[in-house]
């Protein structure tokens, strides 16, 4: 196990609540962090994990605030050998789920329904798939009280080779319909999601294997009578490409080849209206900010202004991977596109920002997975983001998307200890900074370390104390507060000239 990173990033009030959090896990290997689900003020998010067998799957689920706290978390297994990650939330219960194998084939869905107050289980069923089936699913959607499971699914034992299909069931798992959509071989449906206008939609792939690449198709689907419609049609793609739906249409991205002799990959966001015409592109270029290659799209999705994210991962120096996310207007020009390096006891880590949302507040989430980079094969850990609408992590222009430095937590099904409240003032400072503690009467430690983590000074104090911070230079600093040998807390602090 490696040991664990204590450094929190708890801005005080001058500053937005952003955050970076991350998990470390004992003997269990993070996939990665895909699904999320954001209401009024809370914060769901999944993660497929191999549990502590590393032979079966399981899903980790948690609960945060708004400002990074950690309502509960919890761990349901297992989910052999496939599971998806995407999370729902309606009237008040979170519905995860996955497929087992059964007689020798994918063919039953199993789910779990969870208290969203506490994340305790409220109810779980299997459910099989008409018989003869078999399947490989990508997600669930919550439509028309429904519920339904998209993916590939066929007649045959290997599920990949079937149409694209969608599974219509109710709550209980009784099943309903389903629909089989296909083009060619190796059919599947991606990204279902409702319309304003309450139709769904979903991308639907076609491999090709005359130029071993995929075609892909933006389909409309009319639940009530059971009619497709395809909107655009996007060939000749090495990945599945991403849209997001607008009020008056949807965005896609979508892979170009721009040098045929280097085979250099491009991107473009395509606008397209709500009948399938094209409106607008724009191309995305792989070194829009400098010199970078590799770059995986993790997801897209829109704002409340019609506004496009994007998040994933780029190949930096010295090979490592660093998340990042893009803001785009409507239009489809850049806003701006934001990195973000972090930091481990080894140093810099493999980083990769898979899901993004707008928070009701304006405010960006995103979740993914870190890596020690120089670990061949090591584990990959769940890690959730905050920033603001600009990107950023505060106000300072200057910590903007540079470095992040996560806190370290372990799994644990017992509830969170709550963090004790730290007062510290003037922020920003330069000169001397008073640091007041609720509910402390022991020997304190105040520690002062850099944005790299790095120890600069050490005070020794009381609850209610002050330190001399005149001789260091401004910049981004934070403060651990110690009792004993317990860290009570960490405040984010800013030195200025």
């Given at each position: 196990?490696?040991?664990?990173?204590?450094?929190?990033?708890?801005?005080?009030?001058?500053?937005?609540?952003?955050?970076?959090?991350?998990?470390?896990?004992?003997?269990?290997?993070?996939?990665?962090?895909?699904?999320?689900?954001?209401?009024?003020?809370?914060?769901?998010?999944?993660?497929?994990?191999?549990?502590?067998?590393?032979?079966?799957?399981?899903?980790?689920?948690?609960?945060?605030?708004?400002?990074?706290?950690?309502?509960?978390?919890?761990?349901?297994?297992?989910?052999?050998?496939?599971?998806?990650?995407?999370?729902?939330?309606?009237?008040?219960?979170?519905?995860?789920?996955?497929?087992?194998?059964?007689?020798?084939?994918?063919?039953?869905?199993?789910?779990?329904?969870?208290?969203?107050?506490?994340?305790?289980?409220?109810?779980?069923?299997?459910?099989?798939?008409?018989?003869?089936?078999?399947?490989?699913?990508?997600?669930?959607?919550?439509?028309?009280?429904?519920?339904?499971?998209?993916?590939?699914?066929?007649?045959?034992?290997?599920?990949?080779?079937?149409?694209?299909?969608?599974?219509?069931?109710?709550?209980?798992?009784?099943?309903?319909?389903?629909?089989?959509?296909?083009?060619?071989?190796?059919?599947?449906?991606?990204?279902?999601?409702?319309?304003?206008?309450?139709?769904?939609y979903f991308i639907c792939s076609s491999t090709s294997f005359l130029t071993d690449s995929d075609d892909y198709w933006l389909v409309k689907y009319d639940f009530d009578t059971k009619e497709t419609e395809e909107l655009h049609h996007i060939p000749y793609q090495s990945d599945p490409p991403f849209y997001g739906l607008q009020s008056d249409g949807f965005v896609m991205n979508e892979e170009i080849i721009d040098d045929l002799i280097n085979l250099r990959e491009l991107y473009s966001l395509r606008g397209v209206s709500s009948v399938g015409d094209s409106l607008w592109q724009t191309t995305v270029r792989q070194d829009s900010l400098q010199q970078i290659s590799n770059y995986n799209f993790g997801e897209m999705t829109t704002c409340a202004n019609d506004d496009v994210l994007m998040s994933g991962e780029y190949e930096g120096d010295d090979s490592i991977d660093v998340g990042f996310i893009m803001r785009y207007s409507s239009d489809g020009t850049l806003v701006w596109e934001r990195h973000y390096i972090a930091y481990g006891e080894g140093g810099r880590l493999d980083g990769f920002l898979s899901c993004v949302r707008e928070l009701p507040t304006g405010d960006i989430v995103a979740t993914g997975s870190l890596q020690q980079e120089a670990m061949s094969g090591a584990e990959r850990d769940f890690w959730i983001l905050k920033v603001g609408s600009d990107g950023c992590f505060n106000e300072n222009e200057n910590d903007c998307g540079l470095e992040v430095i996560p806190q370290f937590l372990t799994y644990t099904d017992e509830e969170p200890a709550p963090q004790i409240q730290i007062k510290m003032y003037p922020n920003p400072s330069s000169d001397r900074v008073h640091l007041e503690l609720a509910e402390s009467t022991g020997f304190i430690r105040y520690n002062l370390l850099d944005l790299k983590g790095d120890l600069v000074a050490s005070f020794e104090g009381s609850s209610h104390s002050s330190i001399d911070v005149s001789a260091y230079p401004s910049g981004i600093y934070f403060v651990e507060v110690w009792e004993n040998k317990q860290l009570l807390g960490v405040e984010k602090l800013l030195l200025v000239d």
């Open positions: 196990m490696r040991a664990l990173i204590c450094l929190l990033i708890i801005p005080s009030t001058f500053f937005a609540q952003n955050f970076s959090l991350t998990f470390d896990e004992v003997d269990v290997s993070y996939e990665r962090g895909l699904g999320m689900y954001i209401d009024d003020e809370s914060i769901y998010c999944t993660s497929g994990l191999r549990c502590e067998d590393l032979t079966t799957n399981c899903i980790e689920l948690y609960k945060f605030d708004f400002e990074g706290s950690l309502q509960w978390q919890r761990r349901f297994s297992p989910f052999q050998p496939l599971n998806w990650e995407n999370v729902l939330v309606q009237n008040d219960s979170v519905f995860i789920g996955g497929i087992s194998f059964v007689e020798g084939a994918f063919n039953t869905l199993r789910q779990y329904i969870i208290s969203a107050e506490t994340g305790d289980s409220l109810s779980y069923f299997e459910s099989a798939l008409p018989e003869g089936r078999s399947m490989a699913p990508f997600g669930h959607i919550l439509y028309k009280e429904n519920i339904l499971v998209y993916g590939s699914g066929g007649v045959i034992e290997d599920a990949w080779d079937g149409p694209g299909y969608i599974h219509i069931m109710d709550k209980r798992g009784n099943y309903i319909d389903h629909l089989d959509y296909r083009k060619d071989n190796f059919n599947q449906i991606y990204q279902l999601q409702e319309g304003v206008d309450g139709f769904l």
